[in-house]
């Protein structure tokens, strides 16, 4: 595999659920050591891309991990190879922070106790998002921050290569949005990441490449200074932006709607 | 709070609950209208304390002993497994109505007169309607279901199968013919013999390792359907293990026993918190703890007096019910989104 080749590449992705075509045709890649951040508006198909970027749902058209066919690699080597963060943090049991990170083990074979080998996985997941101090509180009384971290530990426990994390700033305030697109960048320079953001600011700092969803399509690909155009902000989002250059950034201001 | 500590842990309460269930079971070979002391029923199980002390052990209390044992710890295993799968605490195969979609199986293939009551079929039969009951629920419901849905659900196929035995305990040719069918709907452990336990035993094995094969997936499922997914698990082969698990452990129990419910909703909640709530480590504690429930219920309705013999599906369902209304009330505040 050349240095070059993309962690993670799409040809003639499409979805359809219910009937109802989600994705259309998207092509698609990220390369080793990239910051992808997909926006889009409401219901433009960021998390039914992500799902099937993480092969959760059935679709047509060819998904490459690694080069890979995504389709003929083995759940359980998948699940070494790519972490997923899902909407939401959701945690059904009142398990310990500890227990909850250490599940991120499940793909290398952890069971009730862990390894030595697990147990620095997991510790270094803690450190790295900033939760050992609460590793023996219940995940359920945590606050929607904690959580948030907690659910990252998880997945960055797994130690894959490639993560995929669905608004992993969602109901967050403005320092922990900030504290989990850090690591986010962070693990991006070692592997890739790909993300879901709302947040327009966000987006154009942390991405190195942003992906612009729109009914399905990718409607552009690229730097942010190079795809937020005023023009692209009006026809995909329907809003009327200032953008701004400041400090080598691109800062987006939405203004009104049109 | 460290992990090291973890299998030790498990491993004296599983010892602790070993030892609990192994005094039950003692316990109810000795009880009965003759007490036995447990040095009596050593010799008549070895078979050295005479004829008399043989046969009341033997051919009388062992069987029942044994089905209360493997009953109680194949539904203390069903709800934890139905529990882990869909990530609630309140799920167990009776409110799936499991248990009389089972009966009605029985009750079905026993008032057409195609098999007697002690015919392999009638397991089959038990575990049929247990199946259709269990896979329904779950495509009714879907996989996404809230609970709120479920329990409609449960509800629903409950009813109609409660719907179809009361229209055979309708049809019955004779007094006698009800009172067979009226048996299974109360659940006993009266006078059962080996025959039984060996009808049931070949299901319920299936069923336990079909239950105990996902235990790693139920901790995953912790954090949701996706993300166990993307943990590299197969959430359509588990579901079918679960729901192929429960009907095979339940249906071989009604079959034997009549419907028995609550067990399995009770046994896993008592020993959550033992296992710091870890659907995985939960399994075989929630088994003998089943199998302890079962046994002292068993138990206590040869010791509590009255006219005739109360039976053990009667009192599991009077204490278990309650049970169930005060873990609803308990959670309350969570229900009432609902989504749960």
Same mark, same amino acid.
């Given at each position: 595999?050349?240095?070059?080749?993309?962690?993670?590449?799409?040809?003639?992705?499409?979805?359809?659920?219910?009937?109802?075509?989600?994705?259309?045709?998207?092509?698609?890649?990220?390369?080793?050591?990239?910051?992808?951040?997909?926006?889009?508006?409401?219901?433009?198909?960021?998390?039914?891309?992500?799902?099937?970027?993480?092969?959760?749902?059935?679709?047509?058209?060819?998904?490459?991990?690694?080069?890979?066919?995504?389709?003929?690699?083995?759940?359980?080597?998948?699940?070494?190879?790519?972490?997923?963060?899902?909407?939401?943090?959701?945690?059904?049991?009142?398990?310990?922070?500890?227990?909850?990170?250490?599940?991120?083990?499940?793909?290398?074979?952890?069971?009730?106790?862990?390894?030595?080998?697990?147990?620095?996985?997991?510790?270094?997941?803690?450190?790295?998002?900033?939760?050992?101090?609460?590793?023996?509180?219940?995940?359920?009384?945590?606050?929607?921050?904690?959580?948030?971290?907690?659910?990252?530990?998880?997945?960055?426990?797994?130690?894959?290569?490639?993560?995929?994390?669905?608004?992993?700033?969602?109901?967050?305030?403005?320092?922990?949005?900030?504290?989990?697109?850090?690591?986010?960048?962070?693990?991006?320079?070692?592997?890739?990441?790909?993300?879901?953001?709302?947040?327009?600011?966000?987006?154009?700092?942390?991405?190195?490449?942003?992906?612009?969803?729109?009914?399905?399509?990718?409607?552009?690909?690229?730097?942010?200074?190079?795809?937020?155009?005023?023009?692209?902000?009006?026809?995909?989002?329907?809003?009327?932006?200032?953008?701004?250059?400041?400090?080598?950034?691109?800062?987006?201001?939405?203004?009104?709607?049109? | 709070?460290?992990?090291?500590?973890?299998?030790?842990?498990?491993?004296?309460?599983?010892?602790?609950?070993?030892?609990?269930?192994?005094?039950?079971?003692?316990?109810?070979?000795?009880?009965?209208?003759?007490?036995?002391?447990?040095?009596?029923?050593?010799?008549?199980?070895?078979?050295?304390?005479?004829?008399?002390?043989?046969?009341? #052990?033997?051919?009388? /209390?062992?069987?029942?002993?044994? !089905?209360? &044992?493997?009953?109680? +710890?194949?539904?203390? %295993? @069903? $709800? =934890?497994?139905?529990?882990?799968?869909?990530?609630?605490?309140?799920?167990?195969?009776?409110?799936?109505?499991?248990?009389?979609?089972?009966?009605?199986?029985?009750?079905?293939?026993?008032?057409?007169?195609?098999?007697?009551?002690?015919?392999?079929?009638?397991?089959?039969?038990?575990?049929?309607?247990?199946?259709?009951?269990?896979?329904?629920?779950?495509? #009714?419901?879907?996989? /996404?279901?809230?609970?709120?849905? !479920?329990? &409609?659900?449960?509800? +629903?196929?409950?009813? %109609? @199968? $409660? =719907?179809?035995?009361?229209?055979?305990?309708?049809?019955?040719?004779?007094?006698?013919?009800?009172?067979?069918?009226?048996?299974?709907?109360?659940?006993?452990?009266?006078?059962?013999?080996?025959?039984?336990?060996?009808?049931?035993?070949?299901?319920?094995?299936?069923?336990?390792?079909?239950?105990?094969?996902?235990?790693?997936?139920?901790?995953?499922?912790?954090?949701?359907?996706?993300?166990?997914?993307?943990?590299?698990?197969? &959430?359509?082969?588990?579901?079918?293990?679960?729901? @192929? $698990?429960?009907?095979?452990?339940?249906?071989?129990?009604?079959?034997?026993?009549?419907?028995?419910?609550?067990?399995?909703?009770?046994?896993?909640?008592?020993?959550?918190?033992?296992?710091?709530?870890?659907?995985?480590?939960?399994?075989?504690?929630?088994?003998?703890?089943?199998?302890?429930?079962?046994?002292?219920?068993?138990?206590?309705?040869?010791?509590?007096?009255?006219?005739?013999?109360?039976?053990?599906?009667?009192?599991?369902? &009077?204490?278990?019910?309650?049970?169930?209304?005060?873990?609803?009330?308990?959670?309350?505040?969570?229900?009432?989104?609902?989504?749960?």
């Amino acid at each position: 595999m050349s240095a070059e080749a993309p962690v993670l590449a799409t040809t003639g992705l499409s979805v359809s659920l219910g009937g109802r075509a989600i994705l259309k045709d998207i092509a698609m890649k990220a390369r080793h050591g990239e910051f992808l951040v997909v926006i889009g508006p409401n219901g433009a198909g960021k998390t039914t891309l992500l799902k099937a970027l993480a092969g959760l749902l059935d679709a047509s058209g060819e998904v490459l991990l690694g080069g890979r066919s995504l389709a003929l690699i083995a759940r359980r080597q998948r699940a070494l190879l790519l972490g997923y963060l899902p909407q939401g943090h959701e945690f059904h049991w009142p398990l310990s922070v500890l227990d909850v990170v250490g599940l991120g083990r499940l793909p290398r074979g952890a069971g009730a106790d862990l390894s030595e080998e697990d147990r620095n996985a997991v510790a270094r997941a803690m450190e790295e998002t900033g939760v050992s101090g609460f590793a023996g509180r219940t995940v359920t009384t945590l606050s929607g921050g904690e959580r948030a971290r907690v659910a990252l530990a998880r997945v960055l426990a797994t130690e894959a290569d490639l993560i995929l994390a669905d608004e992993p700033t969602a109901s967050l305030d403005p320092r922990y949005q900030l504290v989990v697109l850090d690591i986010l960048k962070r693990h991006a320079a070692r592997g890739a990441v790909v993300a879901v953001l709302h947040d327009l600011g966000l987006a154009a700092r942390y991405a190195d490449r942003l992906l612009i969803l729109d009914e399905g399509r990718v409607v552009a690909a690229g730097p942010p200074r190079e795809v937020l155009t005023a023009e692209r902000l009006a026809t995909t989002f329907g809003v009327r932006a200032e953008i701004l250059e400041r400090d080598g950034a691109t800062v987006v201001i939405p203004k009104s709607v049109i | 709070m460290t992990h090291g500590s973890r299998r030790r842990r498990d491993g004296r309460l599983i010892a602790g609950l070993v030892v609990l269930v192994g005094l039950l079971f003692m316990f109810s070979l000795g009880i009965g209208p003759v007490w036995l002391p447990p040095d009596r029923v050593v010799q008549g199980l070895v078979g050295q304390g005479g004829e008399a002390a043989r046969i009341i #052990v033997v051919e009388i /209390r062992l069987p029942r002993a044994l !089905l209360a &044992l493997m009953i109680g +710890a194949t539904l203390g %295993l @069903a $709800g =934890a497994s139905l529990q882990g799968l869909l990530r609630n605490p309140l799920a167990s195969p009776s409110l799936f109505g499991a248990p009389s979609a089972a009966a009605f199986g029985a009750v079905t293939v026993i008032s057409l007169g195609i098999v007697n009551v002690l015919s392999i079929a009638l397991p089959v039969a038990a575990i049929a309607g247990a199946l259709l009951s269990v896979g329904l629920l779950l495509l #009714v419901a879907g996989p /996404r279901a809230s609970l709120l849905v !479920l329990i &409609l659900a449960g509800l +629903a196929v409950s009813s %109609l @199968a $409660g =719907a179809g035995t009361a229209l055979a305990l309708n049809l019955a040719p004779n007094p006698f013919a009800a009172l067979e069918i009226a048996f299974w709907l109360l659940g006993s452990l009266e006078d059962r013999s080996m025959r039984h336990v060996l009808i049931a035993l070949p299901f319920m094995a299936v069923g336990v390792v079909l239950l105990f094969w996902d235990r790693r997936a139920f901790r995953a499922l912790t954090l949701g359907e996706e993300a166990a997914q993307s943990l590299g698990f197969d &959430l359509t082969g588990i579901r079918l293990r679960v729901v @192929a $698990g429960v009907a095979a452990a339940v249906g071989a129990g009604v079959a034997v026993a009549g419907s028995i419910g609550f067990v399995g909703l009770v046994a896993p909640h008592l020993v959550r918190p033992l296992v710091g709530h870890d659907p995985g480590r939960l399994m075989i504690p929630a088994a003998l703890s089943g199998a302890a429930l079962l046994l002292a219920a068993d138990i206590s309705v040869r010791l509590i007096p009255s006219t005739s013999e109360i039976k053990v599906g009667v009192l599991t369902a &009077l204490i278990g019910a309650p049970f169930f209304i005060v873990m609803i009330l308990r959670r309350r505040s969570t229900l009432a989104g609902g989504g749960a």
